[in-house]
Nanobody
């Protein structure tokens, strides 16, 4: 069954904003870390941001620091990614991930997570 479901992708002009949401259910909802990744066709998947569910420590890729904010709503089991000042190079498929159980993992490592959403497309035009 679906454990992570993303919402909020779309098309926007450069400089605009979008907010992505990821609704978690089942075992995914009890994961210690949640994250957002993105992928452009033909390129490697990139960790965008992650958050510790326990203490809300957040992590960001250098390319999005100061523009993107990751947050969570525990009551709703929902993860968010507020994206401001979007650039054409932010165009990608964005994926939600949950997991981070194994000690010593890295937040930007796709394989550190156990659950993944289907993705939502973000397109930023010049």
């Amino acid at each position: 069954r679906v454990q992570l479901l993303e919402f909020g992708g779309g098309s926007v002009q450069a400089g605009g904003s979008l907010r992505l949401s990821c609704a978690a259910s089942g075992y995914a909802a009890s994961s210690p870390y949640m994250a957002w990744f993105r992928q452009i066709p033909g390129k490697e998947r990139e960790g965008v941001a992650a958050i510790s569910i326990r203490d809300e420590t957040s992590y960001y890729a250098d390319s999005v620091k100061g523009r993107f904010t990751i947050s969570q709503d525990n009551a709703k089991n929902t993860l968010y990614l507020q994206m401001n000042n979007l650039r054409p190079e932010d165009t990608a498929m964005y994926y939600c991930a949950a997991g981070g159980v194994m000690f010593g993992g890295r937040w930007y490592d796709w394989d550190w997570y156990n659950y993944y959403g289907q993705g939502t497309q973000v397109t930023v035009s010049p």
